[in-house]
């Protein structure tokens, strides 16, 4: 057995004497299925383990019957693509292989053993300013990549953003992403979204919205949804890790979209200033007006705190809840 082979290749002789790898695309018999980690609408996530290589991974696993019936088929599209385009950020999760049999699609993807930060936070309550200081970061680094890549995430909210093994944060959940057309690729880009109303306005009618409590008010409004709403939910997330609740949660989703668009919500008392001036400053109606990630990062409550390389070799802090 050659071993120097990678895994999922294998090395031929071709017609004319030359050896030559052959990628082997892997299946189900080659993982070992364990406990379901998490249930998405249309997906089930498993911890799966390589059997040739003992590697543990999270095999999110699709039923092609249910998304052809639910109309899902462009979201999945969606999804591999963005994952595909965003391959070397140790904040977001990698898709590893993809495969499939005759009825499910299978995609082969990071592990993440922390869960999700939601999770996370409802065992503590709330984050203290270090530990939000530490999440925010590595949310906001992983945002700036992601658009630097072209990829709006537009669903941006503490269940999508899990944690690994060393508790870094790991973005996840790319099928509601918005592709803007990628500068490299000049091939045009795919027709804008059906508004609601069928009509393809001059905007962009995104038909999708994203969660009700960190949904945007442009998406609400004007339907549109560029980089700015991923910073509004940037702005939800930190006021959520200090408070231990979303800014803008009502009874019912029409009335915390009514709450968004009528900026209702206020601080608890105590809420650390400079954190209080970030959130309102994120936090705003008019997205052309709202901080950018490069203003973020410059701003009073991130002094001090490392971004890019030196913030993913960062040790966790450990969880205090802010009292
Ligand atoms: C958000 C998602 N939940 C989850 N998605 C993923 C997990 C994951 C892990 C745990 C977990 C691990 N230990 N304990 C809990 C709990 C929920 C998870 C993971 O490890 N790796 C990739 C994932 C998703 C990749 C996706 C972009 C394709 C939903 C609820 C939609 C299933």
Same mark, same amino acid.
């Given at each position: 057995?050659? +071993? ?12 004319? &004497? *030359?050896? %030559? ?23 089930? %996530? ?8 003992? +590697?543990?991974?999270? %095999?999110?696993?699709?039923?092609? *019957? ?18 595909? *385009? ?8 990698? @898709? ?17 053993? /922390? ?9 503590? /309550? ?88 960190? %949904? ?9 949804? &560029? ?7 940037? &702005?939800?997330?930190?006021? !959520?890790?200090?408070?231990? *609740? ?11 979209? !009514? ?23 994120? @936090? ?20 001090? !705190?490392?971004?890019?390389?030196? @913030? ?7 969880? +205090?809840?802010?009292?």
């Amino acid at each position: 057995k050659d +071993r120097g082979a990678a895994v999922g290749v294998r090395r031929e002789v071709d017609a004319d &004497g *030359r050896t %030559v790898l052959k990628s082997v695309k892997k299946s189900v018999r080659d993982f070992n299925f364990g406990r379901i980690l998490g249930e998405g609408s249309y997906s089930t %996530v498993y911890l799966a383990t390589d059997r040739q290589t003992l +590697r543990e991974y999270a %095999v999110k696993v699709l039923e092609k *019957r249910h998304i052809i019936k639910e109309k899902k088929i462009k979201y999945v599209n969606i999804e591999k693509n963005t994952l595909n *385009r965003l391959t070397e950020h140790p904040g977001i999760v990698r @898709l590893y292989y993809t495969f499939q049999d005759e009825t499910s699609l299978y995609y082969v993807l990071d592990l993440c053993s /922390g869960g999700e930060l939601l999770g996370v936070l409802k065992k503590t /309550g709330t984050f203290d300013v270090e530990c939000t200081r530490f999440y925010g970061a590595q949310i906001l680094d992983a945002i700036e990549y992601m658009h630097s890549r072209g990829v709006i995430h537009r669903d941006l909210k503490p269940e999508n953003v899990l944690l690994d093994d060393q508790m870094h944060v790991k973005i996840t959940d790319f099928g509601t992403a918005k592709q803007l057309p990628d500068p490299r690729d000049p091939t045009p880009a795919p027709p804008p979204d059906e508004g609601p109303s069928g009509s393809q306005d001059g905007k962009r009618a995104a038909s999708f919205v994203g969660t009700a409590e960190y %949904v945007s008010p442009e998406l609400l409004t004007d339907k549109s949804a &560029g980089k700015p709403c991923d910073l509004w939910a940037f &702005g939800c997330i930190i006021y !959520q890790l200090l408070a231990g *609740r979303p800014p803008f949660k009502a009874a019912s989703e029409y009335l915390t979209f !009514q709450k968004i668009v009528n900026l209702e919500y206020e601080f608890p008392a105590g809420f650390p200033p400079a954190a209080k001036d970030l959130v309102e400053r994120c @936090l705003v109606l008019d997205p052309s007006r709202r901080l950018t990630v490069e203003h973020i990062k410059n701003h009073e409550f991130f002094d001090g !705190q490392p971004f890019g390389r030196e @913030l993913w070799r960062m040790k966790a802090p450990r969880l +205090r809840p802010y009292v």
